[in-house]
Nanobody
């Protein structure tokens, strides 16, 4: 079993930065790939960034150059550094983990077996 707990959300102004963290708590389960998703009010959940077991990272086009996904394997923590935030980035951000490496599509929710409860990010002036 694997438990994911996000933190670091909050309210910021456009152009500012936030760093989200996701602590991975394992009780016999395994984690390979990980990712961040988000869901804005009234919209479907969408993939933001993913990182495979070997450190290869992937990004959705709308965050390329602004967000950076990384992980500290020793501490079992996943990060999402978000720079130059825009109002359109306002959403609940979810951490997700899969038991193995990515298959066909890192942005497909089927790749992930475990989900955190989410953390709210609000970008507003």
């Amino acid at each position: 079993q694997v438990q994911l707990v996000e933190s670091g959300g909050g309210s910021v102004q456009p152009g500012e930065s936030l760093t989200l963290s996701c602590v991975v708590k394992r009780n016999g389960g395994s984690v390979g790939c990980m990712g961040w998703f988000r869901q804005a009010r009234g919209k479907e959940r969408e993939a933001v960034a993913g990182i495979d077991y070997d450190g290869t990272s992937y990004y959705s086009n709308f965050v390329k150059g602004r967000f950076t996904i990384s992980k500290d394997t020793a501490k079992s923590i996943l990060y999402l550094q978000m720079d130059n935030l825009e109002s359109e980035d306002t959403a609940i951000y979810y951490c997700a983990a899969g038991m193995g490496g990515f298959g066909l599509d890192w942005s497909d929710e089927i790749e992930y077996n475990y989900w955190g409860p989410g953390t709210q990010v609000t970008v507003s002036s």
